[in-house]
């Protein structure tokens, strides 16, 4: 087939906020009201644009040089397209631009057209030690595009914006080839037209990548059922400043190690991801949410236990824990007419409509033998599932401290580490610090816990999470969690490595770093210790 | 939990057969009749053991030094137990030593009884420059115990034999942790114990280890079920030569590439396995298999594709071609009251029986409307399961040259790579070569294909079949498929996987070996190109 582009242009997100403008919203009344009865609120507004300090751009003969291997007019030293590829969207990052801070801006932003180009710049980024950072979306929320300065003589963003193609649909193996650059809506709409999806919908799905996806392990809100990223992905083509590296024999083989699962989570900085081949479905003709009311979150967990570990799983699952679920009963279009307490469970099933039914038959037998009681279908769920970020930047603007993390272990170990992140969290932000849990992706031997935590702002916003956040990493490490179930390493989570995978794991990854970047100029300082 | 050990003692298979003596059957009369008719048959029997050329026997400081590190009663130097672990049991390997070429034999065999004394082993071995073999069932059909001897002060066969315990089951998360040399019998029946299985039924799974099944990503006759054995590998303890490498954060995390993927299917080459933490599942109450008739291979192979894309998988499928279908009904026990012609299937599901009822149902109904005609129950193949190689002794008896060989693509290419394969053998062994194949491994995207080949022959049948191989092996990669969906690369497969990864591929193996194995010593001249 001839490769086809989406129809719609990817909207840039705000420069220090979540998303694009028509979705911004200040907090609500209600939510205001309550917020600032627990942690107090006042008005914490981010400098001006203008007023943001950046890098020096890149110039001379290394723009020069630049200009010529991809086009002038796909090179930007503008501050306004460089304040947009600076950092990620994690609250730290959010923090660090709302108060002028755009110091880590890369000095370029370089938009290479092909593989061969993207290749073409690794190549000129090695001989010039010029540091490379990979840029999709932008949603990384583990400092996955800080890279470090010292020692390059430049910082430039790869932006991946124009490989922006469906190259292949093969709906014999039910495969389609994807570059890295598509959103997450452009891929979605480019396979629909094929009658086809991927059925990939995290949170950050209105703006993260192909290339994203793949580069940090991204989990969707439908990974029960459709698989995480990495489970999607069957074929890859990675462009390292060494050659090129294609890996595309079949679902499965037996011929060595899995070198797609090392691509898989390397975020940037073994290779560039140039294309991407995932297994897809048919776009389901039937799509059914509904919530389930558990006692306790003991109780909600084991019955998501009993489900992971039934053989029939729905495509989404996702249990709020106590604190969560009275905080989403309290924002005013959640409250219905279910009794308070508990924990709530959504729970969708999507596919053919003989599917969903049975399906939803099986599952519901399995949550109401678990002491689950069936409140009803849900639409709030689905219709605010990507809108968390924007609530975010509404918090940070009433100057409450907010952000979230996530962790996954096994099922025998998992309220251990959820009451220890909770303590380490409490212990760092004070007990008037809110801490909401939900587990949102389940295997048959484990599952992930996410925490949203809300605190008063402080003086020292930035350091006050920091030590917070150090405390819940050091806590999900102690207790046989990992430091990330879906956000990647990126720089935040680069000290915690070596934990979770010991000094020779540490020097696996280096050796690796070593073959495929010698220049060490792939996103330095992000990933490997 | 205490750890456990087996009940009985793994037994030792026979030194150029497959097997154990009571097994041992002469090809049935009928069998024998028509294989001469074809292929014409010759009593070709093995040399006496005694006149089998071995290595010369580890001796002096080396020797001595190995005795301190286990104990003297765990290092063997006699020529039985070294035969013993001689090569694997591939039709190559059978051939040489039939005609009494032991030359590859280790110089020693040492068992050591834990981690500690696995990496005690390899710390001596890189030390003194000796080259280490590890050992499971010794099952290997591609080369894997065959280790480069040039440059090495000697070989030693590390007989994982000793480390044989069940050391925990975590009936919460549903995962048990199993030492490397426990046999799959020994592995399950001390799993039953506890109610559980792992369900990996690989046709070498009576004399196969836990540590083999990981270190070459072994694929089980259930695996549509209960999915391949790298699938089913949550953690991982391995010794090599620079420390300790454990894996263990849960099931699936974003914390970089997946390092347990690189060392599945790392074949020795890397580190020793010392541990593998593996999902298990209920012992299922209920096991039923039936056969299925399609009329054609084309129109079976679309049935498969139908089932592994519908979400409902059986816990085993296998489809047989016309010619092994009809090679099948042949042999005096299998042939029933079925209609000659098409393609068999088999469609096995075990689980609870309301489990299996819903899917048998859901199967049903899926191969029917493909065409598919319902035979009835299925005894023939749950029986025989274990015995193909036997059988291949009993041909290589009266000079048949039978071996098999597979690979694994796209559904979209099977009968491009099938058509190959078969081309590649019967231009390479001459028309009168019969070539057998059967799907047993469906994904959504694509499938396996398990070719058995027997031929005349010859006058010099290990260079005839070497042949045979190079040309199937090079069809496989001109196609689009892989070198091996389940036997591992080894030394046979060697050739050919830099065609499979690509030099940047092979590259990235290279450093991972330099850097965990810097002295060489780990399985010389096997996986890595």
């Known amino acids: ?29 209600a939510a205001h009201a309550l917020v600032d009865a627990f942690l107090g609120t006042r008005d914490t507004p981010a400098v001006a644009e203008e007023a943001v300090a950046l890098s020096v751009p890149l110039a001379g003969a290394l723009l020069d040089g630049l200009r010529e291997l991809v086009g002038a007019e796909h090179v930007h030293v503008d501050p306004a397209t460089r304040l947009r590829r600076t950092r990620g969207k994690s609250t730290p ?25 993207v290749a073409a710049v ?22 996955g595009l800080q890279a470090r300065r010292e020692g390059y003589a430049g910082v430039v963003s790869l932006d991946l914006l124009r490989l922006d193609r469906l190259l292949a649909v093969d709906d014999v193996s039910m495969t389609a080839t994807l570059e890295p650059g598509l959103r997450g809506p452009q891929a979605e709409a480019l396979l629909a037209a094929h009658g086809l999806t991927l059925g990939h919908f995290p949170q950050s799905f209105e703006h993260a990548t192909i290339g994203g996806f793949a580069a940090t392990r991204s989990s969707g809100q439908a990974s029960s059922g459709y698989g995480r990223f990495d489970a999607l992905v069957l074929g890859l083509r990675v462009a390292t400043p060494v050659g090129e590296l294609v890996l595309d024999r079949g679902p499965a083989t037996a011929a060595g190690p899995d070198l797609r699962q090392v691509l898989l989570g390397s975020e940037g900085a073994l290779g560039v991801i140039t294309s991407v081949t995932v297994r897809v479905r048919p776009v389901p003709d039937t799509r059914l949410h509904e919530r389930w ?54 729970v969708g099933h999507e596919g053919t409509l003989a599917a969903v039914a049975a399906r939803r038959t099986a599952c519901a ?57 909770r303590a380490a969290l409490t212990g760092s932000l004070g007990e008037a610090a809110l801490v909401l849990c939900h587990v949102s992706h389940v295997y048959e031997t484990g599952a992930s816990l996410y925490f949203t935590v809300a605190s008063a702002r402080g003086d020292d ?17 102690a207790h046989g969690g990992s430091i990330t179930h879906h956000h990647a390493v990126g720089r935040d989570h680069r000290p915690w490595l070596e934990q979770e995978v010991g000094p020779v794991g540490v020097r696996m990854l280096r050796a690796l770093k070593a073959e495929l970047d010698p220049a060490g100029v792939l996103n330095p300082g992000i990933l490997v210790p």
Chains 1, 2 share one sequence.
Request: net charge negative.
């Open 1 to 29: 087939m001839t490769p086809e582009r989406p129809a719609t242009t990817a909207p840039e997100m705000h420069w220090s906020r979540w998303g694009v403008p028509e979705r911004e919203a200040p907090l609500p009344e």
């Open 93 to 117: 990052d959010l923090l660090r631009l709302r108060a002028g801070d755009g110091t880590d801006s890369p000095d370029a932003v370089v938009r290479p057209g092909s593989h061969d180009e």
């Open 122 to 143: 690794l190549a000129w980024a090695a001989e010039h030690r010029v540091a490379v950072v990979p840029f999709g979306g932008g949603t990384s929320v583990v400092g």
């Open 293 to 346: 009311r558990f006692g306790s979150f003991a109780e909600g967990t084991a019955a998501l236990r009993a489900l992971a570990q039934s053989g029939t799983t729905p495509t989404v699952l996702r249990l709020s824990d106590e604190t969560e679920t009275a905080v989403n009963l309290a924002t005013p279009d959640q409250v219905g007419g279910e009794s308070a307490g508990g924990c709530l469970v959504v």
């Open 365 to 421: 037998a399995v949550l109401a033998e678990a002491g689950g009681t069936l409140l009803g279908e849900d639409h709030a769920w689905e219709r605010g599932r990507y809108d968390g970020p924007y609530l975010r930047d509404a918090l940070l603007d009433v100057g409450v401290l907010v952000e979230t993390l996530e962790t996954v272990t096994w099922w025998s170990r998992l309220h251990e580490v959820y009451d220890a992140v």
């Open 461 to 477: 916003p930035l350091a006050r999470w920091q030590e917070a956040k150090r405390a819940a990493s050091d806590a999900m490490l």
